[in-house]
């Protein structure tokens, strides 16, 4: 089970850390993902970081504003959001592969486990 948290409204140039707390798994031996869906639209790749470390960040949108972070004690992964612009506002999941061999994938249809999704809104 998969437990986001953090969302909220904020300004623009504002941030906010999203978590993901993981129960009945650990995230060590995962894949964790972050994407988000606007209203209207499909949803998107944001942010991944494998068991591993690796990290992937989707290209030109988030990158150099968005950090993926996850301490493992906790089980938990964070989505540290800067410098947020109303094109951010979204509903932001979580979600894990539990292909281990696969790295961090983009793909949505590639993550087996999904969170309930929390909101982001950022004003003008």
């Known amino acids: 089970q998969l437990q986001a948290s953090g969302g909220g409204l904020v300004q623009a140039g504002g941030s906010l850390r999203l978590s993901c707390a993981a129960s009945g798994r650990t995230i060590t031996t995962y894949t964790m993902g972050w994407f988000r869906q606007a209203a209207g639209k499909e949803r998107e790749f944001v942010a991944a970081i494998s068991w591993s470390g690796g990290v992937k960040y989707a290209q030109d949108s988030v990158k150099g504003r968005f950090a993926i972070s996850s301490d493992n004690a906790k089980n938990t992964v964070y989505l540290q959001m800067n410098s947020l612009q109303p094109e951010d506002t979204a509903v932001y999941f979580c979600?894990?592969?539990?292909?281990?061999?696969?790295?961090?994938?983009?793909?949505?249809?590639?993550?087996?486990?999904w969170g309930q999704g929390t909101l982001v809104t950022v004003s003008s």
């Open positions: 979600a894990t592969d539990i292909d281990s061999v696969r790295g961090t994938s983009s793909r949505p249809d590639e993550y087996d486990y």
